[in-house]
């Protein structure tokens, strides 16, 4: 007999603290990303904020 998932939720936590203090997941060669400059992050929230706007934008039209 089949079962039918009508609904599923998936829970990811990105970037949690190591308790081990082992490697971390991102290359030596980029620095953290709390540590970028103002313009960096201003400049990042401008596009996510494009993206979003033209979403719904799309969202809209349909």
Not at 1 to 30: D, K
Request: aromatic content about 0%.
């Amino acid at each position: 007999m089949p079962i039918e998932i009508r609904e599923l939720h998936i829970r990811v936590t990105v970037n949690a603290p190591s308790a081990g203090g082992g490697a971390t997941a991102q290359p030596a060669s980029q620095p953290p990303a709390s540590g970028g400059s103002g313009e960096d992050k201003d400049a990042l929230i401008a596009e996510c904020v494009e993206q979003v706007l033209q979403i719904l934008q799309e969202k809209q039209e349909r």
